[in-house]
């Protein structure tokens, strides 16, 4: 490239202006308590894993990505968090699930039912659900297979 002044060399390599905006997309994400929700997102947003506490209510973390911004809605997952997830769905564009794959029957059972409950709320039954095994690495964790 030819350029016929200083002016217009200077322009050319540092005032291209902003870059494009990222599309972003506004996502959910659900699970019993203690299934990783917060661990998944401070790792997907670079924080450090330590000092990780349970969400009490909920949290709105941006996921940046090369691409696209997630803006992720966390709900916490305690018993009495639960049964008002759904006045968080509105505006949701998809659902990431977690679950723990090493927890007892009971609370594989629980979470069962609940997501059954997500995949059939009028708000979230046509987004798409990214269904999360978590705590593979734990001695009693299920197969994919098995969850």
């Known amino acids: 490239v030819c350029f016929t ?9 540092c005032c291209k202006g902003p870059p494009p905006p990222r599309p972003e997309y506004d996502l959910v994400c659900i699970g019993l308590s203690g299934s ?7 790792q997907l947003c670079s924080e450090s894993p ?14 940046p990505f090369q691409n696209a911004i997630l803006n ?19 505006g949701s564009q998809g659902v990431i699930f977690v679950l723990d794959s090493a927890s007892s029957e009971d609370d ?8 059954h409950s997500a995949l059939q709320h009028p708000q ?6 990214l ?17």
């Not at 002044?5 to 390599?13: D, E, I, M, V």
């Not at 992720?72 to 509105?90: F, H, M, P």
């Not at 095994?133 to 994919?144: F, I, L, T």
């Open 5 to 13: 002044s200083p002016w217009q060399c200077f322009r050319a390599l």
């Open 72 to 90: 992720v809605k966390e709900l916490g997952g305690a018993d009495n968090i639960r049964k008002y997830w759904s006045r968080y769905y509105q």
């Open 108 to 115: 594989l059972e629980t979470a069962r039912n609940e997501l």
């Open 36 to 42: 990783g929700k917060t661990s998944l997102l401070s």
């Open 131 to 147: 269904i999360l095994a978590n705590h593979q690495d734990k001695p009693a964790a299920r197969s994919v297979q098995e969850v």
């Open 124 to 129: 979230l039954c046509t987004l798409p659900f």
């Open 50 to 63: 330590e000092n990780i506490v349970s969400t009490t209510g909920f949290s709105i973390k941006a996921v």
